[in-house]
């Protein structure tokens, strides 16, 4: 098959000993961003994105990607030991994976969580092969109608349906959509909130954006208000870091029912891995409930093996739907997407047709990533809580050092550090009011692709924006988004009524006063 002839020829261009190393340097990077509690691939990638410029572009998104799929792998390390997520993805892989490590197995969570994390990212990856080829053919007929459609989707699904408060995910998209406009219109010339400075015309940098976001008022975020975690007391993996027969029996089908269930939100632009993981894990509680002898809360092997596999399965698909339609469905995602316009390229089938060396040795390193990680992270698990020793302050000393390298390396201009400082402040007043980042990052990222699609169809069209919604392809997706809304509707209404019921119950005291 032709499918098959490119992938060889993309293992080719991966296994050539330079793209080796970036597999290497991106899966090391990012499993040790994902150990650290608070920390994450989105930062990892943000931080990286100034100083890799001089980098062949393949090269650079291997890293990317390595550090995409490590981050998921790190972030369980840190919830299993010490019962504190890296990230909201590992939050309900803590549930039984920390009574697991409780209960004196917690070598053989580290394993189930590594291997889980691997069958999930290599069935991804294989399906990935055949099904982002397919992706792109079907984004060749789209126009612009059908791109707006897909940002609109985007934007309502990320601020609205992840985010427990959708007035502040509306908000926060909508700052990432007013800072997107600033500068220079490039159709009419006309310049658009710069406040006549010339330092505004070309607009805000969204390397200074993420970066400032991210990394940095998450510095300012974590020195200000966060309590450490030195005072947890981390258990020590002893025994085998392998699985029995009877617990490879046990844990086999939840991985393979967590790799189905997070398949399908790579594609739904839904914020990434942590609904699919709260899902599989939601599934094996009921399955469990109707056994004659239910182990959930006494360290369930399966409690830790769906989510694990379910979050990196998504992943793997979130690769294919960004470089086949050029749609984050996350912040990373969306950061990696900003990656390839500053290199000059544009995510969907153009991709395939003109850089099919880069897509298909990027594709190639997936298999290899998540080789790599496997071996990284069975064995050496233990290596990785090490980094947990390391004292804040000099930690985010240092992310604050590099984000003000980064940003000054790549336009040295002084403007650019008072625009990341003022950024990072931003972030440290969105993240203590509760108000979600990813909206604002996927808000600026496809905020463009919304506005010139937005206007091309209403020139084309005459000005009748009825146009919008008269594509085949654009109503089944507005269709898609009503399905998702509702659905998160619903389920926001059964969680209240949920909420409100024991409120409601009378105490018994009240009932024998009456």
């Not at 931003?426 to 463009?448: E, K, Q, S, W």
Request: with cysteine.
């Amino acid at each position: 098959m032709d499918v098959l002839a490119l992938l060889g020829e993309g293992f080719a261009g991966a296994l050539t000993w330079q793209n080796l190393i970036w597999v290497l340097v991106g899966c090391v990077l990012g499993t040790a961003v994902g150990v650290m509690p608070g920390l994450g691939s989105s930062m990892a990638v943000a931080l990286l994105l100034p100083v890799t410029f001089s980098l062949d572009p393949t090269a650079a998104f291997i890293m990317f990607s390595g550090v995409y799929f490590g981050g998921l792998f790190g972030d369980s390390i840190t919830g299993i030991l010490l019962n504190t997520p890296g990230q909201a993805s590992a939050i309900a892989s803590t549930f039984e994976g920390h009574k697991m490590a409780l209960n004196g197995r917690a070598a053989q969570a580290l394993a189930t969580a590594a291997i889980g994390a691997f069958i999930g990212g290599i069935i991804a990856s294989v399906l990935l092969v055949f099904f982002a080829p397919l992706l792109a053919d079907l984004s060749s007929s789209f126009g612009p109608a059908e791109f707006f459609a897909l940002a609109i989707f985007a934007f309502a699904a990320t601020s609205s349906v992840v985010t427990d408060n959708a007035v502040k995910g509306l908000a926060s998209l909508f700052l990432g959509l007013g800072i997107a406009v600033i500068g220079i219109d490039g159709v009419s010339g006309a310049p658009r909130f710069t406040l006549d400075s010339p330092n505004l015309f070309d607009g805000i940098s969204l390397i200074t954006v993420t970066v400032g976001i991210l990394a940095l008022g998450e510095v300012i975020y974590v020195a200000c208000l966060e309590q450490h975690i030195s005072g947890k007391t981390m258990i020590r993996p002893t025994g085998r870091p392998w699985l029995s027969r009877r617990e490879l029996a046990e844990a086999t089908p939840a991985w393979l029912r967590g790799t189905a269930i997070g398949l399908p939100f790579g594609v739904i632009p839904a914020g990434g891995s942590e609904i699919p993981t709260f899902l599989a894990y939601g599934i094996e509680k009921r399955l469990d409930a109707r056994r004659r002898t239910p182990k959930f809360g006494t360290g369930a092997i399966r409690g830790l093996a769906a989510p694990e596999a379910a979050g990196n399965s998504t992943t793997g698909m979130a690769m294919g739907s960004l470089l086949a339609l050029g749609l984050p469905v996350s912040a990373t995602a969306a950061i990696m997407l900003a990656a390839f316009r500053q290199y000059g390229l544009q995510p969907g089938p153009l991709l395939f047709e003109r850089a099919p060396d880069l897509v298909w040795a990027l594709i190639a390193s997936f298999f290899l990533a998540m080789v790599v990680l496997l071996i990284l992270n069975l064995p050496f698990a233990m290596l990785w809580a090490k980094l947990l020793v390391i004292p804040r302050p000099y930690l985010y000393a240092s992310i604050a050092v590099f984000s003000g390298l980064g940003i000054y390396a790549t336009s040295g201009a002084t403007f650019d550090l008072l625009m990341l400082l003022g950024v990072g402040l931003l972030g440290f007043l969105l993240r203590t009011n509760d108000y979600p980042l990813a909206p604002l990052i996927i808000g600026m990222v496809l905020g463009p692709l919304a506005e010139t699609s937005l206007r091309d169809a209403a020139m084309s069209a005459n000005g009748d924006l009825t146009t919008l919604v008269q594509s085949p392809i654009a109503l089944a997706i507005y269709a898609v988004l009503a399905v998702v809304l509702a659905f998160a509707v619903r389920n926001r209404v059964i969680a209240r009524r949920a909420a409100a019921a024991p409120a409601a119950r009378p105490e018994p005291a009240d009932v024998d006063a009456r």
